[in-house]
């Protein structure tokens, strides 16, 4: 065992379907998410007993309602206990509906060289055969491994990484996937086994650029292209008032005419806009003339990198 591996691993609980319970063990959907405490989901695993672990709960919610201020909080004690020498990575349990929206705001803003490994569940932990111990167990093996770095995901015995790893299914156990198939690696018995270990460096954001109490973040909204969409959607945001909008485009992030205009119009009040696409994966090139291409960010991670650009 390395001493990487002997170090301390925090984990810090949010709520979601792990924490879930229902009223009976058959009973896979009918659930209230968030109900027990992180001490709780440690104590349901055996063989995290003789790890190096501490718990805190951070946040208990159903990550539906994930919100910046638990951002804000969530980052700030990410950054915290990372820098403590004794801490060799953070865990982070979650709900299944926003973790890669989490994921990616954490990469982009503290970019660890730790690992910060994010899990979550499909079932409740009143299931029959609920998913989150063995999610909880492997997170914490990748959280140990010493060629471990950066926001990670793990779950369903994959390793992903925060900016391909996406929600591909809304009720299968092996509910995640990464975009064009970029797998990091695959946990076995407790072991990693990377199958990818390049990632492009990118400097971390910064805790200071967060700062901005959270009801005042910039406000972006998603609105998407189909048959029919004639940009109504957009005029009418422009009229509430917002200061981005990021669009998941058709194909290689195609715009309707009527979106088009709608979206330019935006852009000439002031209004920054990004074309992503509504396809599960690949890029949206930059062509002359078009509007900004969020390049291969999914929509969700768009809005987030466009807040985060506001933000400034
Ligand atoms: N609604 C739940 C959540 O995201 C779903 C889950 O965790 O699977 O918190």
């Given at each position: 065992?390395?001493?990487?591996?002997?170090?301390?691993?925090?984990?810090?609980?949010?709520?979601?379907?792990?924490?879930?319970?229902?009223?009976?063990?058959?009973?896979?959907?009918?659930?209230?998410?968030?109900?027990?405490?992180?001490?709780?989901?440690?104590?349901?695993?055996?063989?995290?007993?003789?790890?190096?672990?501490?718990?805190?709960?951070?946040?208990?919610?159903?990550?539906?309602?994930?919100?910046?201020?638990?951002?804000?909080?969530?980052?700030?004690?990410?950054?915290?206990?990372?820098?403590?020498?004794?801490?060799?990575?953070?865990?982070?349990?979650?709900?299944?509906?926003?973790?890669?929206?989490?994921?990616?705001?954490?990469?982009?803003?503290?970019?660890?060289?730790?690992?910060?490994?994010?899990?979550?569940?499909?079932?409740?932990?009143?299931?029959?055969?609920?998913?989150?111990?063995?999610?909880?167990?492997?997170?914490?093996?990748?959280?140990?491994?010493?060629?471990?770095?950066?926001?990670?995901?793990?779950?369903?015995?994959?390793?992903?990484?925060?900016?391909?790893?996406?929600?591909?299914?809304?009720?299968?156990?092996?509910?995640?996937?990464?975009?064009?198939?970029?797998?990091?690696?695959?946990?076995?018995?407790?072991?990693?086994?990377?199958?990818?270990?390049?990632?492009?460096?990118?400097?971390?954001?910064?805790?200071?650029?967060?700062?901005?109490?959270?009801?005042?973040?910039?406000?972006?909204?998603?609105?998407?292209?189909?048959?029919?969409?004639?940009g109504s959607i957009v005029h009418a945001l422009v009229a509430q008032g917002l200061d981005g909008i990021v669009v998941a485009g058709t194909g290689n992030g195609?715009?309707?005419?009527?979106?088009?205009?709608?979206?330019?119009?935006?852009?000439?009040?002031?209004?920054?806009?990004?074309?992503?696409?509504?396809?599960?994966?690949?890029?949206?090139?930059?062509?002359?003339?078009?509007?900004?291409?969020?390049?291969?960010?999914?929509?969700?991670?768009?809005?987030?990198?466009?807040?985060?650009?506001?933000?400034?």
């Open positions: 065992m390395s001493s990487k591996q002997q170090q301390l691993v925090v984990i810090l609980g949010t709520g979601g379907t792990i924490a879930g319970r229902a009223e009976s063990a058959d009973d896979n959907v009918g659930y209230t998410a968030a109900q027990l405490g992180v001490e709780q989901l440690v104590a349901a695993v055996p063989a995290l007993a003789s790890r190096r672990l501490e718990a805190h709960q951070l946040a208990q919610l159903d990550s539906k309602d994930m919100d910046f201020a638990t951002w804000q909080l969530l980052a700030r004690c990410v950054a915290q206990h990372l820098s403590r020498p004794e801490v060799g990575g953070v865990v982070i349990t979650h709900g299944t509906d926003t973790l890669e929206e989490t994921a990616y705001f954490l990469q982009r803003v503290l970019a660890p060289v730790k690992p910060v490994v994010i899990t979550a569940a499909m079932r409740p932990a009143t299931s029959l055969v609920p998913d989150g111990p063995q999610n909880l167990l492997d997170a914490v093996c990748v959280a140990n491994d010493r060629y471990a770095s950066g926001v990670l995901v793990a779950f369903g015995g994959s390793v992903f990484d925060a900016e391909q790893v996406r929600k591909v299914h809304s009720y299968r156990v092996d509910a995640f996937a990464a975009a064009d198939g970029a797998r990091l690696g695959l946990v076995e018995e407790g072991e990693v086994r990377w199958l990818l270990r390049t990632r492009l460096p990118r400097e971390a954001i910064g805790l200071a650029r967060i700062e901005r109490d959270a009801e005042q973040w910039p406000r972006v909204q998603i609105v998407m292209n189909h048959v029919g969409a004639d195609t715009v309707s005419t009527g979106m088009e205009a709608a979206l330019r119009e935006a852009q000439s009040r002031g209004v920054r806009v990004l074309r992503s696409t509504r396809c599960d994966a690949g890029p949206v090139m930059d062509l002359p003339g078009a509007l900004p291409s969020a390049g291969s960010l999914s929509p969700v991670k768009a809005r987030i990198e466009l807040q985060l650009e506001l933000l400034v």
